[in-house]
Nanobody, 118 residues
Framework: VQLQAFGGGFVQAGGSLRLSCAASGNPWNLNVMGWYRQAPGNKRELVAYITRSGVTNYADPVKGRFTISRDNGKSTAYLQMTSLKPEDSAVYYC?????????????WGQGTQVTVSS
């Protein structure tokens, strides 16, 4: 599995960004796609995941502000981020797994930096 995340950038608090994760490889390993983030000095944490059938789950800090989606035909996952806060600043990574309990796997793409200024 290969994963490539992009779409990060610099935005002011209250702004929006949309991240994309392009995936390739065995479709079975892409049944669940997730977004993680890691800020300096912090552990990498789950932001949200989505199953192939569209079931989603969000971390509490992003509920109501972030929306995860996917295009199965393009093997791409998206993370729409709105009402961004400085504490959302981090490197965002995507990950993929055959089933939810297997998240995160060793299938990490390169991250994309998100910086939110106050």
């Amino acid at each position: 599995v290969q994963l490539q995340a992009f779409g990060g950038g610099f935005v002011q608090a209250g702004g929006s960004l949309r991240l994309s994760c392009a995936a390739s490889g065995n479709p079975w390993n892409l049944n669940v796609m997730g977004w993680y983030r890691q800020a300096p000095g912090n552990k990498r944490e789950l932001v949200a995941y989505i199953t192939r059938s569209g079931v989603t789950n969000y971390a509490d800090p992003v509920k109501g502000r972030f929306t995860i989606s996917r295009d199965n035909g393009k093997s791409t996952a998206y993370l729409q981020m709105t009402s961004l806060k400085p504490e959302d600043s981090a490197v965002y990574y995507c990950n993929a797994a055959p089933i939810v309990p297997a998240l995160p796997t060793n299938f990490w793409g390169q991250g994309t930096q998100v910086t939110v200024s106050s």
